[in-house]
């Protein structure tokens, strides 16, 4: 069966994406993995969390210590370029499950135990990630919706299976949304930030607010799966 690619016409996107956040129950712990998974620098902050950035402001990485612990397996997934598990595992990383894809992927958890999908390459790219992959009841929905947020294109693989591409901004190239039986029961210890001129329109787009701004500069919202992200309105969107 072939993948039909649509791009969804959306003249105005409803948002754009700003960056990734990542709980942590120990961010430095964390900074130094990931940093070097990813090949970002990596600064520690006053307050105790920490911070990974590259090339653009799209590559920062937030890591926000939380105080519940990791109790379920993540929701939300990073996929990252490799070249070789050996190299992961001496960063600190453990492997869950080698024969994945038919061995095109292995499924690996950080020093935390959130689960990440390694890819090995002989030669890697510039990027080192690959892909974020959100766990959905309903992946072609889920899909369809957040490139209506963002203006990007669709892939529609199967109804099992859906991928986000071309987000503007994001240096992350596919947004996959897969299907999986369970559903969603904590707080995503993984999720992105986006700005909007209108945190309004995404509301009445589906959106949930969770948390409006307040004291604080961001609106905490859910999509329609209840995935929680942030929202910063700006001038322009």
Known sequence: MGVARTVVPVPVPLAAFKDLCLDADDPARLAVFWSAVLDRSHELLDDGDAVLEGA???HTVWLNRVPEPRTVKGRVHLDIYCRSLDDLSALG?????RDCGQGRWTVMAD????EFCAFVRAELAAERLHGLVVDSADPVTQAAWWAQVYGAEIEHHSDQWATVRRV??????????VAVPEPKTVKNRVHWDVTTSDVDHLVASGATMLAP???LR???LADREG???CAFVVSGG
């Open 93 to 97: 990383a453990a492997v869950v499950d």
């Open 56 to 58: 653009t402001p799209g």
């Open 218 to 220: 961001w609106n905490v």
């Open 227 to 229: 995935n929680e992200f």
């Open 168 to 177: 503007p901004g994001m240096p992350v190239e596919t947004m996959d949304f």
């Open 111 to 114: 020093p935390e135990g959130n």
């Open 213 to 215: 701004a307040g004291e």
